[in-house]
């Protein structure tokens, strides 16, 4: 059957090229568009960087992609469910046959959106203490450096250099900073960092408080100091920080981690320093009250003095009592002092007695006395003691020599003893090596038979030879012979030597006479010739 063409003057084209055709078309006359939707499916940068979601809106939905480059350089990252503004090339994906957007930058749908994600950031932040009042620093009174992060080139730093000259000059070191765009946030938080990194003593001195500074403006123009990298670097910082972020009514997320909120630039300068003269003037205030506190004390401590002294007695008044009593103890100092020295006199008297009864001489010739009575009545005792001590020793000596020949006999009972097991240990000992000797005598003869029975010598005594080369090797064949060959014959009752014939054989010798074996010998009663 054949085929049916159709008739059609349209050209065939493969999926490929309708696919780029259709790829260049959409590019071509879109190009770069501006959609507003809300984000959906996002779930965050994939494994390879790149960033896939769609945006859709109450009737349509259209996928999206941010390629790993340009979600790095976003200040605004996407959310799930966020309200924004995408800016982006129009393309398709041959792969599935469907088009999508190729996102560049993405900006919050108006000022509802930019509040909600604020408001989501405020609690997130707060909801981690970063607000928190226990953590806040208090502002040094006199600070001697102060670090402003802000613009060089606005008016704000003039304000804040100027309201700082007329109040309290201090030493001010500016960190300049883009205070509105994308590169907002990273830029302050930067300074932030970097004035705290700052050492002690350094080329550069680290500031004692650090304002952070910038004019009014809209919610888009502030939005950079509301950016989570800002409030965590303000809340990280061991330097004490003042926000003064737009006018009074303006509020953004670093006012609530700073350590003090100014209502404006020109407030945080005044927050910071004093007014000099008026510290002039309390110094001047104080000085002055001081000297006439200190004159009215000095005063009343006179008048108090002076009161105290009309009070006491005079000199001779307050010494003619103890002047008497000291003439009156002068006058009977005499009388005791007489007394006390007999006193003493009859006491050292009766010390000299005691002394001389108990001198060496005295206690030595008691002593010889002593001695002198105590041998005489030894004397007089010796004769009686020695017949007494003497019984109960004789009586000790004899229980002595019976206990002792008790002992012997036990000991030799105990010798006897362990002699007769002795001896009869010994002779079990020889009848046990005396059978087992028999029992390896035996074992010895039968293996000696079995040795006899297996050897190469019986089979001699059969009447066989065994025929062995000139290196003593057993011949086992005869082609192993050559002619000329020296061999040697062994027999049952010695060797003989030879060499081989042309024909393989010996070659002929004397015969020597040999002795005919007895019938029924271990020939087994017949005569056998030579192998050869």
């Given amino acids: 059957m054949a085929e049916?063409?159709?008739?059609?003057?349209?050209?065939?084209?493969?999926?490929?090229?309708?696919?780029?055709?259709?790829?260049?078309?959409?590019?071509?006359?879109?190009?770069?568009?501006?959609?507003?939707g809300e984000v959906s499916g996002w779930r965050g940068p994939h494994s390879s960087g790149h960033c896939y979601f769609a945006l859709k809106d109450a009737s349509a939905r259209i996928d999206a992609v941010i390629w790993k480059g340009s979600y790095a350089r976003m200040r605004t990252k996407p959310q799930e469910g966020l309200e924004v503004i995408a800016t982006g090339k129009i393309t398709t994906f041959p792969g599935k046959s469907?088009?999508?957007?190729?996102?560049?930058?993405?900006?919050?749908?108006?000022?509802?959106?930019?509040?909600?994600?604020?408001?989501?950031?405020?609690?997130?932040?707060?909801?981690?203490?970063?607000?928190?009042?226990?953590?806040?620093?208090?502002?040094?009174?006199?600070?001697?450096?102060?670090?402003?992060?802000?613009?060089?080139?606005?008016?704000?730093?003039?304000?804040?250099?100027?309201?700082?000259?007329?109040?309290?000059?201090?030493?001010?070191?500016?960190?300049?900073?883009?205070?509105?765009?994308?590169?907002?946030?990273?830029?302050?938080?930067?300074?932030?960092?970097?004035?705290?990194?700052?050492?002690?003593?350094?080329?550069?001195?680290?500031?004692?408080?650090?304002?952070?500074?910038?004019?009014?403006?809209?919610?888009?123009?502030?939005?950079?100091?509301?950016?989570?990298?800002?409030?965590?670097?303000?809340?990280?910082?061991?330097?004490?920080?003042?926000?003064?972020?737009?006018?009074?009514t303006d509020w953004t997320l670093i006012d609530h981690a700073a350590d003090l909120?100014?209502?404006?630039?020109?407030?945080?300068?005044?927050?910071?320093?004093?007014?000099?003269?008026?510290?002039?003037?309390?110094?001047?205030?104080?000085?002055?009250?001081?000297?006439?506190?200190?004159?009215?004390?000095?005063?009343?401590?006179?008048?108090?003095?002076?009161?105290?002294?009309?009070?006491?007695?005079?000199?001779?008044?307050?010494?003619a009592v103890p002047r008497q009593r000291l003439d009156r103890a002068g006058e009977r100092l005499g009388a005791r002092m007489t007394a006390a020295m007999g006193e003493r006199q009859l006491r050292l008297g009766r010390a000299a007695n005691l002394l001389a009864r108990h001198s060496p001489q005295a206690e030595f010739a008691r002593m010889g006395e002593r001695s002198a009575g105590l041998a005489g009545r030894l004397a007089r005792v010796r004769p009686m003691l020695v017949p007494t001590r003497r019984v109960p020793l004789e009586a000790l000596g004899k229980r002595l020599e019976a206990a002792l020949r008790a002992q012997l006999a036990l000991q030799g009972q105990t010798l006897r003893a362990r002699r007769e097991r002795l001896a009869m240990v010994d002779a079990r000992l020889r009848a046990a090596i005396a059978a087992n000797s028999a029992r390896k005598a035996e074992r010895l003869g039968a293996l000696a038979q079995l040795f006899a029975s297996l050897g190469y010598k019986s089979v001699l005594a059969r009447g066989?030879?065994?025929?062995?080369?000139?290196?003593?090797?057993?011949?086992?064949?005869?082609?192993?012979?050559?002619?000329?060959?020296?061999?040697?014959?062994?027999?049952?009752?010695?060797?003989?030597?030879?060499v081989t014939g042309e024909g393989g054989g010996a070659a002929p010798e004397p015969a020597k006479p040999r002795p005919r074996p007895a019938r029924g010998g271990p020939s087994g009663g017949g005569s056998q010739g030579s192998l050869f």
């Fill in 98 to 248: 469907s088009y999508q957007i190729v996102v560049e930058s993405i900006e919050p749908a108006g000022v509802g959106a930019l509040m909600a994600l604020l408001e989501e950031r405020r609690r997130k932040l707060a909801a981690e203490g970063l607000f928190d009042a226990a953590r806040k620093q208090l502002i040094p009174f006199l600070p001697e450096v102060i670090g402003v992060v802000t613009s060089p080139t606005g008016a704000v730093i003039r304000d804040i250099l100027h309201r700082i000259a007329d109040r309290f000059p201090r030493r001010v070191i500016v960190w300049p900073v883009r205070v509105q765009g994308e590169t907002c946030g990273a830029e302050v938080a930067r300074a932030i960092e970097g004035f705290n990194a700052l050492p002690e003593g350094g080329r550069i001195p680290r500031p004692s408080v650090i304002i952070v500074a910038r004019g009014g403006g809209s919610l888009e123009d502030l939005w950079g100091f509301n950016d989570e990298a800002v409030v965590r670097a303000a809340a990280a910082s061991d330097i004490p920080l003042v926000a003064a972020v737009g006018h009074e």
């Fill in 4 to 36: 049916t063409v159709p008739d059609t003057n349209a050209p065939e084209v493969s999926v490929s090229e309708l696919s780029g055709a259709l790829k260049r078309t959409i590019e071509d006359r879109f190009g770069y568009v501006r959609v507003r």
């Fill in 464 to 498: 066989f030879a065994l025929v062995r080369d000139d290196a003593g090797t057993p011949l086992r064949a005869a082609s192993g012979l050559a002619p000329g060959m020296a061999i040697s014959i062994e027999f049952s009752d010695g060797r003989v030597a030879a």
């Fill in 261 to 319: 909120r100014a209502p404006t630039p020109t407030g945080a300068a005044e927050m910071c320093v004093p007014v000099r003269s008026e510290l002039l003037g309390q110094t001047a205030d104080l000085a002055r009250r001081h000297q006439g506190a200190l004159y009215r004390l000095l005063e009343r401590r006179r008048a108090d003095l002076r009161g105290l002294a009309r009070a006491l007695p005079s000199g001779e008044d307050i010494v």
